[in-house]
């Protein structure tokens, strides 16, 4: 699959403001730690990367069903739709 036959991204709306620029919503509240961030660019939820111990950002996505992605590390300017396993 190509990116240009993912559907998702051009479902999205406007870029949500990130729930948090401190890290890792969920492994903020839980005490733990993260790798690099991921936002949910549906709801802008912030949440840990795979190579996470918590993948919090996968979790999110398959639980909210929020298919689209992006870095949310500083100098990253790409976007993973989980649906279709493509950069977008």
Do not use: N, Y
């Amino acid at each position: 699959m190509t990116a240009a036959a993912c559907t998702h991204v051009r479902e999205l709306g406007p870029e949500p403001e990130p729930s948090t620029t401190e890290g890792c919503e969920d492994c903020l509240a839980a005490g733990t730690r993260w790798v690099h961030l991921r936002e949910c660019l549906t709801c802008g939820k912030v949440g840990c990367c795979d190579s996470s111990p918590q993948r919090h950002a996968s979790r999110h996505g398959a639980a909210a069903e929020h298919p689209v992605i992006r870095s949310f590390e500083p100098g990253e300017h790409w976007r993973w739709c989980f649906v279709d396993q493509v950069v977008v």
